[in-house]
Nanobody, 118 residues
Framework: QVQLVESGGGLVQPGGSLRLSCAAS????????MRWYRQAPGKERELVAT??????????NYADSVKGRFTISRDNAKNTVYLQMDSLKPEDTAVYYC?????????WGQGTQVTVSS
């Protein structure tokens, strides 16, 4: 079955960096676009970054709020998608999730908490 497992969250000071990982299994990873979302307390879940499939060139897209600070990448040999987060701000505090959609159905990981605070 499809499984997504996020890791790499934690507590970091403003201006710091974290790298999140999402290990995927149960499907042909390279064939699908992967997305990172986040949800802050009391707010709706928002799309942070997208990376297309290998056949689509692995192109990337970002929310305006993270553009220039976050980088999404994928390692198809390791079935893993990453989110490198630099210059972190307190407003980046949220639970971060990865998602894949196939045949009209979306699959989510359990999320990893990122807290940006001094």
């Amino acid at each position: 079955q499809v499984q997504l497992v996020e890791s790499g969250g934690g507590l970091v000071q403003p201006g710091g960096s974290l790298r999140l990982s999402c290990a995927a299994s149960g499907f042909t990873f390279s064939n699908y676009a992967m997305r990172w979302y986040r949800q802050a307390p009391g707010k709706e879940r928002e799309l942070v970054a997208t990376i297309t499939s290998a056949s689509a060139g692995g192109s990337t897209n970002y929310a305006d709020s993270v553009k220039g600070r976050f980088t999404i990448s994928r390692d198809n040999a390791k079935n893993t998608v990453y989110l490198q987060m630099d210059s972190l701000k307190p407003e980046d505090t949220a639970v971060y999730y990865c998602k894949v959609t196939m045949a009209g159905r979306s699959y989510w990981g359990q999320g990893t908490q990122v807290t940006v605070s001094s």
